[in-house]
């Protein structure tokens, strides 16, 4: 079982920028991929970034060249920098985590999850 908590969101206007981190406690919580996902008023949860514990990263095509996955296996933790953002980018972002095997599954049905945190952009 894995426990993810999320801080780092907030009220930020277009243009801004926010640092969102995860904090992972568990078995095997190096070896999994992580994730952000996020989800806005009356839409689905979707996926924003994950990295594979090589480094490998994915992003959503809305925050390419914008928002920056990391992550430091031995400290298990993982990091989103959100840069240029757009009231668009508004919702609840979640952690996830999951196995490795998923790494080409990255829909949101899969892994463990955070409690969320909110990021606000106003224009």
């Known amino acids: 079982q894995v426990q993810l908590v999320e801080s780092g969101g907030g009220l930020v206007q277009a243009g801004g920028s926010l640092r969102l981190s995860c904090a992972a406690s568990g078995s095997f919580v190096s070896k999994n991929v992580m994730g952000w996902y996020r989800q806005a008023p009356g839409k689905r949860r979707e996926l924003v970034a994950a990295?594979?514990?090589?480094?490998?990263?994915k992003y959503a095509d809305s925050v390419k060249d914008r928002f920056t996955i990391s992550r430091v296996n031995a400290k298990n933790t993982v990091w989103l920098q959100m840069n240029s953002l757009k009231p668009e980018d508004t919702a609840v972002y979640y952690c996830?985590?999951?196995?490795?095997?998923?790494?080409?599954?990255?829909?949101?049905?899969?892994?463990?999850w955070g409690q969320g945190t909110q990021v606000t952009v106003s224009s």
């Open positions: 990295i594979a514990n090589t480094g490998n990263a």
């Open positions: 996830n985590a999951r196995d490795p095997i998923y790494w080409g599954v990255l829909n949101a049905d899969f892994g463990s």
